[in-house]
């Protein structure tokens, strides 16, 4: 049995990375007390998508020093095995989330979370019934608009940016955010310079950005 005292408060839990063809998935859960909601709030905590990069970065420091948190960083290589088993980005989004949400509850004791709804409700409240977890789970369309939320969606997000450095860095080669006309062209920089069998180590190969980058429809990634 836990001894982890009764905490008031609620864990907000969101990703990063998720349409992003390079990188990791990010998912980050935040647990916040109505006092330290305020202290967010105060900060100048909103969802990660209306902040810059440096503003994101600088704010999750201070959400980091101020609330009790989890990461769950999900590499390529990691993220295109579970995909090959899951066959669908929900589901794995569904473990994922779980898999924050069980960390942060052996930290405190809480039994309200709020999450974005991301596709059938029912992928998450089975993947936490998996790991024996019952919360009262709350998904709904902007959920960013709660604090806790929009403090997790900004962990994510500077984690996500931190971890997309790290590969441009260790490969030598630029990884931007996004699946655009420049992601593409950085694939294929990419695939030049240390080749195609190379690309799951950086990118999401279930994407169909791989094929442009390719020229080819890319084999199903394998356990």
Aim: aromatic share 6%.
């Amino acid at each position: 049995m836990s001894t982890t005292p009764q905490a008031t408060g609620q864990i907000g839990i969101d990703e990063s990375g998720k349409g992003d063809y390079f990188g990791p998935l990010v998912i980050a859960g935040v647990f916040a007390t109505p006092d330290q909601e305020q202290q967010l709030k105060a900060l100048g905590v909103r969802y990660s998508k209306l902040l810059s990069d440096t503003k994101a970065t600088s704010l999750s420091a201070q959400i980091r020093s101020t609330c009790v948190h989890t990461l769950v960083v999900i590499g390529p290589e990691r993220y295109n095995s579970l995909y090959g088993s899951f066959k669908n980005l929900n589901r794995l989004l569904a473990w994922g989330h779980a898999r924050a949400i069980e960390n942060l509850l052996e930290q405190v004791a809480c039994d309200r979370v709020i999450a974005d709804q991301f596709g059938d409700e029912r992928f998450l409240n089975n993947a936490l019934m998996a790991k024996g977890r019952s919360v009262q789970l709350i998904q709904k369309p902007r959920a960013e608009e709660e604090i806790a939320v929009a403090a997790a969606s900004i962990v994510a997000r500077a984690e996500f940016l931190r971890r997309l450095q790290e590969l441009s860095s260790r490969y030598g080669v630029a990884v931007p955010k996004g699946a655009s006309d420049i992601v593409i062209t950085a694939g294929k920089v990419f695939v030049q310079k240390h080749g195609a069998q190379a690309l799951g180590h950086v990118a999401k190969l279930h994407f169909r950005t791989t094929e442009r980058v390719l020229g080819v429809t890319p084999n199903s990634p394998k356990d």
